[in-house]
């Protein structure tokens, strides 16, 4: 079975997520939940190699951190794109940025 590697700006952008969610003034959310929402993405990354297609990166600025994304529609305003790249001998996935469609620049 394929392994997921996060590297470490992966890491900082699902700690950032969360540091959003507790410093966001439109929104109260508990600690709980904003980490239960970055916990949401974790495991749509960790579920990667399970996969029936990859989907290539379309997105110039999404190219620049890796050569695929997974995108994850967590309601109707917000989408998260995970962009990796997988190891061509191992098949392992490595998950390079996590991004959302607010920041996202086409």
């Given amino acids: 079975m394929n392994r997921v590697f996060f590297s470490v700006q992966s890491e900082q952008d699902l700690s950032d997520i969360v ?7 439109k929104v109260i959310i508990s600690e ?5 929402y970055a916990d949401d993405i ?20 999404h190219l620049q951190h890796g050569e695929y994304q997974q ?5 109707k305003r917000t989408t998260w794109y995970i962009i990796y790249d997988i190891e ?9 940025k996590i991004i959302s469609n607010h920041v996202t620049i086409e």
């Fill in 71 to 75: 995108k994850y529609c967590r309601n």
């Fill in 32 to 36: 709980d939940e904003a980490l239960r």
């Fill in 19 to 25: 540091v959003g969610f507790l410093l966001w003034s």
């Fill in 88 to 96: 061509p001998f191992s098949g392992n996935v490595l998950i390079n």
């Fill in 42 to 61: 974790y495991i749509v990354a960790k579920s990667i190699p399970d996969l029936p297609y990859h989907q290539e990166c379309q997105c110039k600025m």
